[in-house]
């Protein structure tokens, strides 16, 4: 559990925002709708887009469209290239539904929080814990 700020919500990427604070930050993303089959990331892409589910699963797929994993709504995709620029290192699709995502580029969230450290401080340490998880996930895995 992080010490610097209180938790105020379970989603990963919102955990320490208020309400208004969280409303904010959706503000500056972009809804956008994944329609059954279509791809959201493709390996290899150069994008530095964040991804939140909103509605409906994702397949995380292998180049010969394995599943190799599923994901829904709460969950973040796309962190990695989001902070460092690096070309999206697998694919994902939509399945059988529609798909509603949130997705934040990084110029327009960085301009979005440009004058608000205390938002973009808790964003940071947010994507920190996140970015933790993940690397602990896979550990276990291991």
């Known amino acids: 559990m992080n010490k610097l700020f209180p938790i105020e919500s379970d989603h990963p990427l919102f955990r320490y925002f208020t309400d208004a604070e ?3 930050i959706e503000r500056i993303g972009e809804l956008r709708q994944i329609d059954p089959n279509e791809f959201l990331i493709r390996a ?3 994008d530095a887009t964040l991804f939140t589910i909103e509605e409906g699963h994702l397949d995380i797929v292998t180049p010969t469209l394995s599943v190799i994993a599923t994901v829904g709504p709460g969950d973040v995709l796309g962190e990695v290239s989001f902070l460092d620029d690096s070309p999206r290192a697998t ?3 939509a ?3 529609r798909v509603t995502v949130r997705a934040w580029d990084k ?3 960085s301009e979005g929080l440009a004058f608000e450290p205390q938002l973009l401080a808790k964003f940071a340490v ?3 814990e996140l970015l933790v998880e993940r690397m602990r ?3 276990r895995r291991v």
């Open 44 to 46: 290899g892409d150069a």
């Open 137 to 139: 996930d896979m550990s």
């Open 91 to 93: 694919s994902v699709r």
């Open 22 to 24: 969280r409303t904010h």
């Open 107 to 109: 110029r327009t969230l």
């Open 126 to 128: 947010a994507m920190c």
């Open 95 to 97: 399945g059988s539904e």
